[in-house]
Structure formats: C-alpha cells, structure tokens
Nanobody
Framework: QVQLVESGGGLVQAGGSLRLSCAAS????????MAWFRQAPGKEREFVAA????????YYADSVEGRFTISRENDGSTVYLLMNNLKPEDTATYYC????????????????WGQGTQVTVSS
C-alpha cells in the first residue's frame, strides 16, 4: 500500500504561481513513477505531468509544457508541481498518483491516488 497526501493548492490570480506537494509513504518500490492529474468540474480527469523517480525523467501534457515543472525530493519521497503563469483554465482539483514502473499518461494505469487539492485561478 502507498499513501499519498497533497498540499499547496489555493486561489491565485492569472499569471501567478503555486507549488503543489505530494508526500508518499508506505511500500514504494525501487522503480516507480509519480504523476499529477487534474479534474475540472464536469470534465474527465486529465494528465498533467509525471516523473520516473529513479532517473528523474519527466513528461508533460502539451497544455502545461513550459509553464509547469515536476520535480522530486532527492532524499525523500515528495514530488512537487511548480505551476507558473497560471491561467483560468488551469482551475481544477489536482491529484497525485503513483504506479510501479515507467511513466504513462493514462489515468487507469496508476494504482494509488491522493485525495486532491483545489487550485483556483481567477481572471
């Protein structure tokens, strides 16, 4: 079992920044990936960014490439999502997710999820 706890959401004006954190605990494997997804009201949960923990390889959705940065705590088990130049369309509940093995952008391939943190961007 892996437990994930997100934090760092809030209300920000368009053009502003936020940093989300996700702390993992429990039985993580030696090779795993962590990702951020988001879900806006009335929409499906969509992929945002992911990182393969052991090698630091990252992958982003086109909609956030160049604005968001996913990173990990080198000596711990926390993953971050730094969000710059936020837009109203970034408003959503952001979820952290975990899976063993390589990165994917497919929601159903992730085994463990956090409870979500709300990000609201005002225009």
């Amino acid at each position: 079992q892996v437990q994930l706890v997100e934090s760092g959401g809030g209300l920000v004006q368009a053009g502003g920044s936020l940093r989300l954190s996700c702390a993992a605990s429990g039985r993580t494997s030696g090779d795993y990936s962590m990702a951020w997804f988001r879900q806006a009201p009335g929409k499906e949960r969509e992929f945002v960014a992911a990182i393969r923990w052991a090698i630091g390889f990252t992958y982003y959705a086109d909609s956030v490439e160049g604005r968001f940065t996913i990173s990990r705590e080198n000596d711990g088990s926390t993953v971050y999502l730094l969000m710059n130049n936020l837009k109203p369309e970034d408003t959503a509940t952001y979820y952290c997710a975990y899976r063993n093995g390589v990165i994917t952008s497919t929601r159903t391939t992730y085994d463990y999820w956090g409870q979500g943190t709300q990000v609201t961007v005002s225009s």
